[in-house]
């Protein structure tokens, strides 16, 4: 080793020396010597390798440049934005397996997702669709690709675990091809809950991060308004920004075509035209060669140009939280040591600068994307759709995310017409009863809801909370306004008008879910503090809330289905540990069972959660041991939302099915020996109510409710039992066998003539809709028996 480093020593001044002498001595000749071999080179490459021209390249979509030109400036630089990145270099392409064997596609269908609140996006989806219905038709033809019809899915219906978690299963192997059309709305609505799906599906560690990466494509068109929100910053177009850049992470960067934009009062229909015929050239592609064509990833045929975009889009996000960051440090220390780490730009930021810093960002998202979490919404605006849906159908909205209407059934009691179940049932006087809800939102999208697409629906209370005085003195006001003005209507009867105005009862199940408001136990202190009684419906998805609760009077929880598959069908639960959820509401409404008086809401849907479910419901009356089972027959609401949601009149159950469903699930429990037994009904209303033999006492039902008593158990302070404040027995009128309808009053058809014999009709109950209860008044026709 030392003998070695002697030898280097030696030689190593003596080298560089004689090269440096050398070069001196023979440069000129040594470079052209050099030059001349480099163009000698060069000339024998260029004869022997052929030139591909440039018109070899195949025309493949996107054909952007052509259409470039038609594009008004301010959209052409949108539309610059999303056009792929041409990556010129000695860069390899990657291969993929439609290169390796292309046109492997035998099956393929488009899937055009669409969602709509005032009917724009729902009308151009459905043209669209036809067109698209027609064009791949023809390429059916041409190719050796069979397209399927295109399918035209409403976002507020489908299921987004069947569509977005992976794509569907097709027994034909189809292979699908996503097409989403996206209005923007600033205010809460069912895309807030589909972006949230798109971003939890993206981050959730148990899924793979794009799992849709076996579509053959996706391609987004929005709709903005430009008079409101005249650019990206302002919101244009947010939301369909926002699922594109998602889809793009859950396909696996499969932006078949890039997003289009349209302004639904300017130009809208122009540029949707170019882009559908941007989409079209994709499906082309996809039929001729398998793959979706030059410039995009999963092509495999060309340099995979939206990496950068996408990486873009991560590290804005990133740049985003550092900058807020920033702002904070910023703020509080008041120092520029503080901004190190921000890099040399902020370097120049004076110490004292407490504005808002002020960032260049150059991609369109960065200010967009921030804006609308920063801002807390409130769940149902005065300028929304939904407020004007609501108003329209005879909602008062109170503050921004409560609701109150005075039911069918307390105009018809004010009429002497007869009152809801809930009279024969528990002695509820329906003109005396106030419906409302102080959360007009739903973590469930229950098929029988008739507010599908209209609601605000979130897992999370996100929305301005307003203070629970405001609504109780807001929803009163808005009652008592509502049964004034009965007073001209034919047929109300003086002294049940002058009783009205005093609300006895309060039904919180209107629409929506009660619990959801954080607030709940002050709002219902205020009711009984004013000894109105209150009747809860929850919908078994929140037991935080739930366990929380303070003593109702009565405590419902919406049992829509008997077990995870029918539940999943039925409610369209957002959380996706709904069924965990479910269960735990069960063993906390068990707990509660000896506090208040707990009841299981059953809706029976035919073709849904009947069939073969009552052995599965015994199961979970068994788990519970609520003090009561109510179980009804569904109510139409014959909209276009309810038909949308795949229910039509045959999933109405007629009075003798639910009887037949009411007896099979008696015949269990009693096998069971769990003490219950079939007690009261109100056929007019499709209704029957299952209780506990603790509320029979000497043979008798005493499913009734002494609500003075009530009032007395709960101001005293101690602790109570349901069955202190057990009313009087169950009128004779009302037990099982009898019919249920109040002999005091007036039995009337539709228009109002008198009706002799009893009738057992289905679905025309009112009251409910709370977490998966029902919908609104039925607009059947009657099914009587
Ligand atoms: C309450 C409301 C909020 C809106 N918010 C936005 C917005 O933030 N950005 C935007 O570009 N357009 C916005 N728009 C415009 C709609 O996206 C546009 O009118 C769209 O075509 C509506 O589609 P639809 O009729 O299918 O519901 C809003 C419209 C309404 C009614
Ligand atoms: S249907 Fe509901 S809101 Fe109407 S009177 Fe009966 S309990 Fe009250």
Redesign the pocket.
């Known amino acids: 080793m030392a003998h070695h480093t002697w030898v280097l020593r030696f030689l190593l001044p003596f080298e560089i020396a004689d090269i440096v002498a050398l070069w001196h001595t023979y440069r000129v000749p040594i470079i052209i010597t050099t030059f001349s071999i480099l163009i000698i080179l060069r000339t024998i490459l260029h004869l022997r390798v052929p030139r591909v021209k440039v018109s070899d390249t195949p025309p493949l979509s996107p054909k952007l440049p052509a259409e470039k030109e038609k594009v008004p400036i301010e959209e052409r630089n949108v539309v610059a934005e999303k056009v792929p990145k041409r990556i010129v270099g000695g860069l390899k392409k990657k291969k993929s397996s439609q290169d390796e064997n292309p046109s492997t596609i035998q099956n393929a269908q488009v899937l055009v997702f669409f969602?709509?609140?005032?009917?724009?996006?729902?009308k151009t989806a459905k043209v669209l669709t036809e067109g698209l219905a027609q064009s791949t038709k023809e390429l059916s033809k041409s190719t050796s690709t069979t397209f399927l019809e295109p399918q035209l899915l409403d976002l507020s219906y489908i299921d987004y675990d069947d569509y977005f978690i992976t794509p569907p299963k097709s027994e034909e192997n189809t292979q699908y091809f996503y097409i989403l059309l996206i209005?923007?709305?600033?205010?809460d609505t069912v895309l807030d809950n589909f972006l949230e799906h798109l971003q939890e599906t993206h981050n959730d560690f148990r899924i793979d991060t794009a799992p849709l990466s076996s579509l053959l494509g996706y391609s987004v068109f929005g709709?903005?308004?430009?008079e409101?929100?005249p650019t990206e910053e302002e919101?244009?177009?947010?939301q369909a920004r926002e699922v594109d850049k998602w889809l793009a992470k859950l396909t696996g960067r499969k932006r078949a075509f890039p997003l289009g934009m349209g302004d639904?009062?300017v130009d809208?229909t122009e540029r949707l035209q170019e882009w559908k015929e941007g989409v079209e050239d994709v499906l082309a592609n996809i039929a001729t060669t398998g793959g979706l064509g030059e410039g995009v990833v999963g092509s495999g045929d060309a340099v995979e140009s939206d990496v950068g975009d996408l990486d873009d889009e991560d590290e804005v996000l990133f740049e985003e939280q550092k900058v807020a960051q920033r702002k904070t440090k910023a703020q509080k220390k008041d120092t520029l040591n503080d901004l190190e780490d921000i890099g040399s730009t902020l370097n120049q930021i004076t110490a004292d600068n407490s504005e808002p810093l002020e960032m260049d960002f150059t991609t369109y998202s960065k200010k967009a994307r921030s804006a609308p979490t920063t801002v807390t919404k409130e769940m149902v605006?005065k300028?929304?759709?939904t407020y004007t849906a609501l108003t329209k159908q005879g909602y008062s909205i109170v503050g921004s995310h409560s609701g109150v209407k005075i039911c069918r059934w307390t105009k018809s009691a004010l009429r002497g017409r007869g009152s809801c179940y809930k009279y024969s049932f528990y002695g509820i006087a329906s003109h005396q009863c106030m419906e409302t809800t102080p959360s007009l939102s739903c973590s469930n999208k229950c098929v029988f809801c008739w507010r599908h697409g209209t609601n605000p629906v979130g897992t999370t209370w996100r929305w301005v909370v307003d203070p629970p005085d405001l609504i109780f003195e807001g929803v009163k006001a808005g009652h008592y306004k509502k049964i004034k003005m009965m007073r001209g209507v034919p047929g109300v009867r003086s002294e049940r008008f002058a009783e009205a105005m005093r609300i006895r009862h309060c039904a919180l199940s209107l629409v929506g879910e009660p619990i959801f408001y954080p607030h709940i136990n002050e709002f219902t202190a205020m009711l009984h503090k004013e000894h109105i009684s209150s009747f809860l419906v929850c919908n078994a998805q929140h037991p935080d809330q739930l366990r929380a609760l303070q003593p109702v009077t009565q405590l419902y929880v919406s049992i829509d289905a008997s077990n995870r598959e029918s539940l999943r069908k039925i409610d369209r639960p957002l959380h996706r540990d709904f069924w965990e959820r479910f269960q735990a509401c069960l063993e906390i409404l068990r707990e509660k069972r000896f506090q208040q008086r707990t009841v299981f809401r059953l809706t029976l849907v035919k073709g849904f959660n009947i069939d073969d479910e009552a052995e599965g419901y015994a199961d979970l009356i068994e788990k519970s041991l609520p003090c009561f089972v109510e179980i009804k027959g569904v109510t139409y609401c014959g909209t276009s939302s309810s038909a949308g949601a795949g229910l039509t009149m045959q999933n109405v159950p007629f009075y003798t099915e639910v009887c037949a469903f009411v007896e099979a699930l008696n015949s269990s429990l009693n096998r069971r020996g769990l003490g219950y037994g079939i007690a009261a009904e109100h056929a007019h209303s499709c209704c029957v109510l299952i209780a506990s033999e603790r509320f029979k006492v000497d043979g008798k039902w005493r499913t009734r409710i002494d609500y003075g008593r009530f009032f007395e158990c709960l101001e005293s302070g101690r602790q109570f039992r349901p069955e202190d404040y057990m009313g009087e027995e169950t009128p004779e009128w009302a037990c099982w066998g009898n019919g249920g309808f109040d002999p005091r009053d007036e039995r009337v058809d539709r228009k109002g003539r008198r009706k002799v014999l009893p009738v057992a009709t289905a679905g025309e109950e009112a009251c409910g809709g709370g977490g998966g209860g029902e919908g609104e008044a039925c607009a059947m026709e009657s099914r009587d028996e």
Not at 183 to 187: A, L, Y
Request: charged fraction near 15%.
């Open positions: 969602s709509s609140l005032t009917g724009t996006t729902e209005p923007t709305f600033n205010i709709f903005g308004d430009r409101g929100w919101g244009f177009c947010s639904s009062k809208a605006p300028n929304s759709p």
